[in-house]
């Protein structure tokens, strides 16, 4: 290539791969996410009535981890997120095991399993606001068959947020399981080859070769799973609205509700602690499922 | 007796599946089949007559045919933001597996911002009204577009780098313009991720319940997820109308499901597996 092609192709690379085509994304993203989220590091700083904004400093987040119920919402969110996605692993990397197995029926149990991830969150709430009712829901009424009194899974303080985790579990096992699936059939035959020769026990083959070797899917369901449950507002919404009580609230039923009594400062310091909530959470948490194994 | 064991396992699992997975969607289906006064007993119990049409009749009727209104402004926000995502994340997704340079990694680190903040609400509310945009389907649409974009752009970027740069630099030398290198020679190449694009997307933007709550308010601009709470009260609950609508907006997504099985599952793991 002589040194007078070089600048020419360089500038027809360029126009082949135009800068420009970052543009209408570039400026929807810009507008509509980065701008508000910008925004929201210096209007959660003041008292906001939408027309007229007063600095008010640190008082919002002060008020934050003042009032008891928002410190309970703040809980709640690191509990519900910890339930959900701590099932949601166990669970769907048991199904998955099943589902690659030699098992009669794996067409229908796939998509009985993951159908619930396609359906609306709300209508699921509802349905199991339902049947979760202590008196007249079926739940309980198949409980009382075999002589268990059930419990009051929404109505019971101590019980509402886990049952609202489990209904999330209900309906997200089966993404968790799909990703399992992919991580476990993308796992070498010569692994299981080579621990059979060796003699290993099916427990040991799990613990030594199938659970180190699915790593990436298991970092995959724990990251997605764990900010989705950090993020829960409309499965919250459609099942308790955060009760009774706040025993239910999360930060992001805290931000609705800041926003429906019309306290938009308050709201949109819920929102930078979410935010902060799920950063310094997450970023760890990735790193830490994410690091270079030692045994290659 | 391996044999027996995985048929005596097959049958346990899908006894177990059928009880935690399918009983909820049957007793969904047994609801709307039945009249007000069965339905208010709220049990697994066989209709006393047929009332799905009725219920449907009366579902659709709701406050002034909100239904009708709802399905037409739902399909338009889906299908307009899918449009739009579909184009524009492949353009970036194009690009950005194509050319490196020093912003690539800004770029990376704002895509994955985009997956993990939560969306600003109330700020992005007081922008919305600035731009005239707040409470209007465009407004809708271009959120819908903005949160979105980083999950589709991933998905294009992972598989516009399978396809070999030969191709774009064959075509050019056959003459293609630049343009029509990536809309002729390249987008037609991404169909398969595209289908699975259009079909993860508009599964979630149909079935997004909260930013529609937080950025389209009114009655005129409802869509499907809202209608659910027409027959809510305090006091009394339509439970039959509840669980008829309920039927009414699985529907979309059980005709996509049993369609494109595949590309969801296919879409929804992408990046699971390489590590």
Redesign the interface.
Known sequence: MTAAAAPALKA????????W??A???V??A???????F??LY?SLTR?S?SSAVFIGFENFAQFFREPFLIQGLVNTVVYAAISSGLKVVLGMLLAL?LT?????RG??R?????????????VG???T??M?PT???IN?ALSLIGIKGPGWLVDPKLALFSVALVDV?KGVG?AT??Y???LV?IPKDYYEAARIDGATPLQNFFYVTLPLS???TA??ITLSF?GGL?T??LI??MTKGGPGFASDTV?SV??KQ?QAGF?GL??AG??V??IL??VL?VPLTMFL?RKQGFE | MKQRTSIIGGFAAIAATFVVFVIPFLFIILMAFKDRQQSALRDFSWPNGFHLFDNIFEVVKTRNWMMITAFINSTLITVVSVTLLIVFAAMVGFVLARRKTRFNGLIEFLILAGLMIPPAVVPTIWLLQGLKLFGTLHGMILIEVAYNLPFSIILYRAFIATIPRELDEAAVIDGARPLDVFFRIVLPLLWPVTVTNIVVQSVGIFNDFTNPLYYLPGNGNATVQLTLYNFQSQFSTAYNLLFTNILLITIPPLIVFLFFNRQIVAGMTAGAVKG
């Open positions: 027809q690379r360029r126009s082949l791969y135009p800068s085509f970052y209408p994304a570039a929807i993203y507008v509509l996410f980065l701008a508000p989220t925004a929201s209007f906001w939408l099943m197995s030699q098992i009669m029926g229908y149990l998509s009985v399993i993951f159908f619930p991830v396609l359906v609306s969150t709300v209508g509802m349905t199991f339902v049947l009712h007249n829901g079926m009424e209900w993404l799909v990703i699936i992919a991580g993308a790593r990436p899917a995959t369901v900010i993020r507002f409309d919404w459609a992001a931000i609705y926003y938009y709201s949109t929102n930078v979410l935010f799920i950063a997450v994410n």
